[in-house]
């Protein structure tokens, strides 16, 4: 009889993270595309913009500030916050909810809750260069990076009403991103958003249960069978996790037991942004673009409570494209109500981006 | 002391049925964009095009089989399902985890789990003319579309093997919908996906807590209190929900107890096709386009459970368009490794979709 195949065979699979589930349908992937394109970022920027105003010595958005001509990183507050840090107490959802004036009262108090917000936002440029990423970057211009994110951390956990810091990365306009210069975003607010909130769940269940910590265990797995890895060092593997929804999503986690960035050595700091350049750089070669992709680090919350147990240091690499440099994955009908759904195996992925370079393809061209 | 004020200040809102939380930031909506333009679908589209495949009497894209000369709706198998009816009897994740040659291999049966998924992918046509949405539809026509809807619920339910049908539709380029052709598609599974669960589960929950159902309670509310409602009609109530994550996101809900699509009567069929126009029609006359959307209905699935309880009949619209039929909103970075984020209050989306006719804009130019 005929043996069940992931790479042929729908299935779904489980994210003990999140608790959730993928549906996996690698046959998918050849079907033909006759729907939208995306346009590839022209490659043809100058180092320095004059109208850009993420550059240095530029005037930023409101009009009023100038960039100071800065070297490596350069970080200052969003201009158009989410989140800000001073606004009235919450106060209820009666103006919101007419219920007091109707008998449905008891209803509004049961089914609309809210709270309120406080929080910052910053930008954080990674480079004065304004044409280049990560991928292009090297090393020692990376760790400059993962020191200002440490530093930030660091420095945003300090104040009272932060209980979580998260910092991302949009790359690309498909992405939502509105500027090519090379930066990413640090909301540090209130709360804990639900995306950590459900992992530290997790995480506190399976110590429960095992005694062990569930992303130590998951990096030594990984480790040991080697189909999801792309890369690795001393401190973090990249994997393309069992449970990846992106084509070519990919978790990076540290090796050995750490909550949060600022508690990385020197070397280890070193050692994540060689894995930052790799995954980044093997990313632009599978199309032979700037890959698209949303990048967010997790770890533990701010909020005073022991987090050594429950937060385990990863970063999550979030990009779209499917096919080719214009063609990406749609997570829309099925997968916004039914649940996420992927064309091809994670495994499928990992491989090919194992065959990728580490040199970039623009490089190679010269 | 100034009063927290929800159309200026951030919050956090509840979504009781899928229990999680959405973070509200309506001052950012005054924030300029420099981002990704969208394309519009061009507006004209023949009433018959030759080389679409989902056109009557034309060829479909495998090639072999030509689509009958239908008049109204058109049901037929997806060439490229994601899940297939007969395959393989899953047997472990053992050949995907090379676990069992290390010491591992524990960690990866708690780890790496899967599960085989069955099933079978239609796609239905919903109206012959290549060059039309729902929006400039009959209701008479739409009504068409809802019966062909309840009754492959009704014949795929039977199937022992299928647990859950999934409706859908993606209209629009930029729902990642590769035929503008007027179509949905229905997905029926051997497992009830994460949406539908979750939603089942928040339902058992507040039927234990209250012993009434969340969503009789919600329509009830909404019906009374009226600063969310769209539009409505003697069986069905349409809100941009409390708890929307889209910008117009909207909820469609049966105001009577009802479980499934099959079990509503004539009437109710016909005032489900009147609020499905009404509101697509708003949709494309907010920005004067197409309005690209995800549209799905949840209901009772179909696994031999007794389902009259904890299910309740509704319907999703999650439309991306943001500030202008070429600028959507992006959930990305943030809204990826934190928690969805909005750009504007539901209130104030409802009352901009309250304000637009139920004449369509090209209608009207007539
Ligand atoms: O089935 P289609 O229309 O080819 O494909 C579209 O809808 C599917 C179901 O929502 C998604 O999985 C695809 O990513 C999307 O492109
Ligand atoms: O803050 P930006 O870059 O203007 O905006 C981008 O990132 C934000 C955070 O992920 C998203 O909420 C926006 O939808 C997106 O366009």
């Known amino acids: 009889a005929e043996q069940f195949d992931f790479t042929d065979h729908s299935h779904r699979r489980w994210n003990p993270l999140t608790e959730s589930w993928v549906l996996c349908s690698p046959h998918r992937a050849k079907r033909p595309w006759q729907g939208q394109q995306e346009k590839s970022t022209a490659d043809d920027r100058p180092e320095y913009d004059p109208k850009c105003y993420l550059c240095p010595t530029n005037t930023r ?115 939502g991103c509105s500027n090519p210069h090379p930066h990413g975003q640090i909301w540090a607010l209130e ?101 698209p992709y949303s990048m967010g680090v997790h770890g533990a919350p701010s909020d005073g409570k022991d987090h050594s147990e429950d937060s385990h240091l990863h970063l999550h690499m979030y990009p779209p494209l499917l096919r080719s440099a214009s063609v990406k994955k749609f997570l829309v009908g099925f997968e916004m109500m039914g649940e996420p759904q992927r064309d091809l195996t994670s495994e499928q992925a990992a491989e090919r981006l194992r065959a990728c370079s580490e040199i970039h393809y623009t490089a190679k061209d010269k």
Not at 67 to 82: I, K, S
Not at 89 to 100: E, L, M
Not at 105 to 117: C, H, N, P, W
Not at 249 to 269: N, Y
Request: glycine content about 4%.
């Open 191 to 291: 709360d804990v958003p639900e995306e950590p909130s459900k992992e530290i769940r997790a995480m506190k269940k399976y110590r429960a249960a095992k005694g062990r910590c569930l992303l130590c265990d998951y990096a030594k797995l990984e480790t040991a069978d080697r189909s999801r890895l792309v890369c690795e060092n001393d401190s973090f593997v990249c994997v393309v996790p069992f449970w990846a929804v992106w084509p070519y999503e990919t978790l990076i986690v540290a090796k050995h037991h750490v909550a949060s960035l600022p508690q990385l050595s020197e070397a280890q700091r070193v050692d994540l942004a060689d894995i930052l350049r790799r995954i980044t750089c093997r990313y632009d070669n599978v199309f032979e673009c700037s890959f």
């Open 61 to 175: 958005v409101g009009g009023d500030v100038s960039n100071p001509p800065y070297e490596a990183t350069y970080v200052f507050p969003n201009d158009f916050p989410a989140v800000k840090k001073v606004q009235p107490a919450f106060s209820g959802t009666s103006d919101v909810a007419n219920g007091s004036d109707c008998d449905v009262a008891d209803i509004a108090d049961d089914l609309l809750r809210a709270e309120g917000v406080r929080g910052q936002c910053s930008v954080v440029c990674f480079s004065p260069k304004h044409n280049i990423a990560m991928a292009q970057m090297s090393t020692d211009a990376i760790k400059h990076v993962v020191d200002t994110w440490a530093r930030e951390y660091t420095e945003l956990s300090k104040l009272d009403y932060i209980n979580y810091v998260q910092i991302f990365e949009n790359k690309g306009a498909v992405m």
